[in-house]
């Protein structure tokens, strides 16, 4: 970037400064193409009120062609970054009246590219650090370059400001109860993910109106209670400034500005060091017309946040209608630094840099460069109230609509048996109708950066549980209700608790297997199972679900246990003992033979009942070329005996043999009993 001749700017015309805080005016944003605040000046405080009318009409523009063709000359020369020549084409134009604020917007561009990012522009007298020291002294507080930090985790995303009445939503973010409330409720989403309230939020039941009228009513925004806790107790001053501003918000929305401006002093005296407060009450100052006071709010804010948009938007606007077009210049280019799609800080700038003639230079801006931050900074926080059902630390947080949060693990669990909150018994039914539960950012965020050593140890516990849960020889899970066979589908209806938990385990170590046993009057469950693999769960609404599995080995318990409601055990695998010689060629001879037995038997059964077998078990198994290739035997064996009318103690036998041979004959003879019962 050229350096300039630093030049002395005329005064900034009086219809200039009128206009330069409405930025809520519908008519002024229309007028200047805005289409709308910076997303953070949005949010962070009230909008600004009209204070003064109009300014006057713009010249005419350059309608000749000798001028169009200077315009085009020095905006090309300010693209090229040959600034001081673009300045002395402008400037030319400027002196034929042929210039008007619109067309300085490549000009605005230009410079404002060549403002770093993270570089606020210094006050000339270094104003700035004297303000900020002053304020703190009237604050009572130390200066803010001795102040502490506030952790940002403890920031609302949508005003910036300190957490009030912090709601977390179901997607895990957490916003101030009133910045969700803002708007319609068909309209709300979250400022992060995008994702629309109504989406997130089901109402727990029906307004009587709603109910009458058969609309859903909207849903409630409830306040995370253990973060509530936490916030008033450590930070009683910042919490409660945090709810002045929004008092105040509500005040100067209802155009009662002094007494918003008293709400601001309040909040200003519990929390100096508040970059929001000192931005807003700026807003308010300029409204009252008390310019010199705005700006010194608003530098103070740009101190605390330099990276704020809204607070160099503000001083920029007293510094302008003070008359300090040189500083004003700086700021609103700043801000375009800032944000180069806001349209509003580009028309300023624009603005700000026509006069009735154009200055022959501009003086360089001046940066500051490692700028210091000004921060809080909270002590030790071992005492945070982080026990719940399990008397751990949190693990995965996860907050429900009624406001309360719990580990997500535990959650679930209570949630199998009843669902309603644990603490304040609301229906959280919605809850298990979507199985979709989002970590609550802020609580994970503030764990691991406060606990990080107890967040550890909690993570190490959570990972040798898992790899308890993987072992799929010692305390395996066991479902006792069935005979299950390898290779044969076995579809499972879920409901009991213990068996929701179970489930749910399986499939979050990734093993998702489990075993299944028959039941025993004296034993509790049968000596012999099968090992199924969960291939698909259908969840409902009520919490049950349907479990599509198929068998895969066959085990041996070799010790009983439980775990958590639900039976385990420590079980070995079997296999069939292979053959050689002629056994082996005896054993291919009956495998043939049988097979043709199950077949034709299976072909004489009636359509209806095949219909159904084929609809449970599907297809009969083809015949392998090798009866021993499979160390369980062949398929077509164990879908046979799931499809044969045997009790299941008549079936258990088999499921326990080691000899392809004695299994073969087994289901020979039981299919010879059958056919003579037929005929």
Known sequence: MDSFQTGQMLSLPAELGSNNLELAEPAASAARGDTGPHPEAAREGPAPLPTRPPGQEQPPRASTPECKVLLKQADALASGGRLREALEVYRQLSERQQLVAEQLEQLVRCLAENVPRGEAPEPPDGSLAVSCAVAAEDAGVATAAEATEVWDGFKCRKCHGFLSDPVSLSCGHTFCKLCLERGRAADRRCALCGVKLSALMVATGRARGARRAGQQAPPPLRVNVVLSGLLGKLFPGPARASQLRHEGNRLYRERQVEAALLKYNEAVRLAPNDHLLYSNRSQIYFTLESHEDAL??????????????????????????????????????????????????????????????????????????????????WSDCSFLPFLFLNFRLFYEP???????????????????????????????????????????????????????????????????????????????????????????????????????????????????????????????????????????????????????????????????????????????????????????????????????????????????????????????????????????????????????????????????????KDRLNGIRRVLAFISRNQN
């Open 296 to 377: 010194h709010d608003a530098e103070i804010a740009c101190k605390l946040r330099p990276m704020g948009f809204k607070a160099h938007f503000r001083k920029a606007q007293a510094l302008a209608t003070l008359g300090k077009v040189e500083e004003a210049l700086r700021e609103f280019l700043y801000c375009v630094s800032l944000d180069g799609k806001n349209k509003r800080a580009r028309a300023e700038a624009q603005r700000v840099s026509f006069d009735d003639q154009l200055p022959k230079g501009l003086p360089p801006l001046r940066l500051l460069q490692g700028r210091d931050f000004v921060f809080y900074v």
């Open 398 to 660: 996860v907050t429900t609509p009624c406001g309360h949060t719990f580990c997500l693990k535990c959650l679930e669990r209570c949630l199998d048996h009843n669902a309603k909150c644990p603490l304040c018994k609301d229906g959280l039914s919605q809850c298990l109708a979507s199985r979709k539960y989002s970590k609550n950012v802020i609580m994970e965020e503030l764990i691991a950066k406060f606990l990080p050593e107890e967040l550890k140890e909690r993570r190490r516990l959570y990972e040798e549980e898992m790899e308890e849960l993987s072992n799929l020889n010692k305390n395996v899970p066991i479902f006792v209700c069935t005979m299950a066979y390898p290779t044969v589908p076995c579809p499972l209806h879920i409901f009991e608790p213990c068996y929701r938990l179970m489930i749910r385990r399986c499939i979050e170590t990734g093993t998702r297997q489990f075993g299944m046993c028959l039941g025993d009057p004296v034993k509790g469950f049968a000596e012999y199972g099968c090992i199924l693999e969960i291939r698909n769960v259908q969840f409902f609404a009520d919490g049950r679900s349907v479990v599509d599995s198929i068998g895969k080995r066959r085990f041996k318990v070799l010790h009983q246990g439980q775990r958590d409601g639900y039976n385990t055990a420590d079980i070995e695998y079997i296999e069939d003992q292979k053959v050689q010689g002629e056994d082996c060629a005896e054993l291919m001879g009956l495998h043939n033979c049988v097979y043709e037995q199950a077949s034709s038997w299976f072909h004489s059964l009636k359509s209806s009942l095949k219909n159904r077998i084929l609809n449970h078990f599907g297809p009969m198994p083809e015949k392998d070329a090798d009866p021993q290739i499979n160390p369980n035997g062949p398929a077509w064996c164990w879908w046979t005996l799931a499809v044969l009318p045997l009790e299941s103690r008549a079936q258990l036998p088999f499921l326990a043999m080691r000899s392809l």
